[in-house]
């Protein structure tokens, strides 16, 4: 890695959000329509969490290399995978400490938006808009069946789906599904999402570096 990167400094600087995988890259894509639209953003997939630092290392390289004149802020949006502790093997100071001692100044910072336990837990949020997919019969339907949202997660939908006689998968092919729920209203009632993107409009056009302080 080059010691000395040449960036931009009177432009914007470039969100790159780090996504977990096929699913949460659709999903994220939406959260960058309806909420950061108006920022300077990008969205790669890490296609999963297997060696995470060493993918989130990769990506913010790589990223580095072919965009030379600009300015980043890194976004690892992953999934805990429980209700409780952190994701697994992800280490932010790890991440951190590579990129400081690598001299990379075209980072400005990075953060993580982590969603407990999964990214399914988050479309809990929206029980309504998941029960109206499903087209089940207002009189079958129980909205304060999944509450909280994050005690439940992929296998919970995924049976929710079979009685219901439709098929949960993983992947581009929940697209349809996750493009119909209530984005607004997930993000409205989901902590640790709504915080993510305030985090993400705060610094949108923040040019201070917080790694390499001046």
């Given at each position: ?132 997919f499903l087209k089940v019969p207002a009189t079958k339907r ?73």
């Amino acid at each position: 890695m080059a010691k000395e990167e040449q960036v931009n400094l009177s432009k914007k600087p470039i969100s790159l959000l780090l996504v977990e995988g096929d699913t949460d890259e659709i999903f994220y894509q939406q959260i960058k329509n309806s909420f950061i639209k108006e920022c300077r953003a990008t969205i790669q997939n890490l296609q999963g969490l297997f060696n995470v630092n060493k993918k989130v290392i990769n990506s913010i390289v790589n990223y580095v290399q072919k965009h030379k004149d600009e300015q980043i802020r890194v976004y690892c949006c992953l999934d805990r995978e429980s209700r409780y502790g952190q994701v697994p093997e992800y280490d932010i100071n790890k991440i951190k400490k590579y990129v400081k001692d690598e001299n990379i100044r075209a980072i400005l910072s990075i953060n993580s938006v982590i969603a407990t336990q999964q990214i399914e837990s988050w479309f809990f949020y929206d029980i309504d808009g998941i029960y109206k997919f499903l087209k089940v019969p207002a009189t079958k339907r129980n909205s304060k069946a999944f509450r909280p949202p994050e005690k439940f997660g992929y296998k919970h939908l995924q049976r929710l789906f079979e009685r219901y006689k439709r098929t949960y998968t993983k992947g581009k092919k929940a697209g349809y599904f996750i493009n119909q729920l209530d984005i607004n209203k997930i993000a409205s009632n989901c902590k640790e999402l709504r915080e993510g993107i305030e985090l993400l409009q705060s610094q949108a056009n923040d040019l201070t570096n917080h790694l390499f302080p001046a």
